[in-house]
T-cell receptor, first 116, second 114 residues
Framework: DTGVSQDPRHKITKRGQNVTFRCDPI?????LYWYRQTLGQGPEFLTY????????KSRLLSDRFSAERPKGSFSTLEIQRTEQGDSAMYLC??????????????FGPGTRLTVL | SQKIEQNSEALNIQEGKTATLTCNYT??????LQWYRQDPGRGPVFLLL?????KEKRKERLKVTFDTTLKQSLFHITASQPADSATYLC?????????????FGTGTRLKVLA
């Protein structure tokens, strides 16, 4: 396992279309995070899972956004009825909980979304 | 309101000098703070984690300090090299028990001049 992977790397869509992104975390990691990052800003928390349970969602995440992590493995992030303001880099990260404390997040390369 | 502030302007230093980046936070009580490096078009890469009961942490040419009274972390790169040029992000937990949500600063862009 070489790390966190995301697919696609780039997505161009027209306003109003739905898009879905996939994230494959490091296999033994039980926590998975989604972030959004715009130019000149740090990653902005969207949601995270522990195994298959979605434990927290940002208040910034409108009802057009939904994320799933079936079976606690890969995750998908869907954006419905995309808007130009959704254009950003969508980052996925995973981390493990060994019970010994907090561990760092391993990030994927991101999916760059452009909404025309 | 809660916020995390990092030097918004780019930091330019000469090769071989020590770079010092700051991370200040307001209205958080984090249990730990992390530093990440991000290169253009790539995801952040973890560098160091420091806990609230630790004053200083070192890893090779990197040093992090954490002052919970000042609500500040300093990140130092000694003997800097052009390859250290990147954006550096600090991240902290929001202090709530049982949550693993991380909040990132806006990052500081470092450029090391040869």
């Amino acid at each position: 396992d070489t790390g966190v992977s995301q697919d696609p790397r780039h997505k161009i869509t027209k306003r109003g279309q739905n898009v879905t992104f996939r994230c494959d975390p490091i296999s033994e990691h039980n926590r998975l995070y989604w972030y959004r990052q715009t130019l000149g800003q740090g990653p902005e928390f969207l949601t995270y899972f522990q195994n298959e349970a979605q434990l927290e969602k940002s208040r910034l995440l409108s009802d057009r956004f939904s994320a799933e992590r079936p079976k606690g493995s890969f995750s998908t992030l869907e954006i419905q009825r995309t808007e130009q303001g959704d254009s950003a880099m969508y980052l996925c990260a995973s981390s493990s909980n060994t019970g010994q404390g907090v561990y760092e997040q391993f990030f994927g390369p991101g999916t760059r979304l452009t909404v025309l | 309101s809660q916020k995390i502030e990092q030097n918004s302007e780019a930091l330019n230093i000469q090769e071989g000098k020590t770079a010092t980046l700051t991370c200040n936070y307001t209205n958080y009580s984090p249990a730990y703070l992390q530093w990440y490096r991000q290169d253009p078009g790539r995801g952040p890469v973890f560098l160091l984690l420091i806990r609230e009961n630790e004053k200083e942490k070192r890893k090779e040419r990197l040093k992090v300090t954490f002052d919970t009274t000042l609500k500040q972390s300093l990140f130092h790169i000694t003997a800097s090299q052009p390859a250290d040029s990147a954006t550096y992000l600090c991240a902290l937990d929001d202090g709530r028990s049982g949550t693993y949500k991380y909040i990132f600063g806006t990052g500081t862009r470092l450029k090391v001049l040869a």
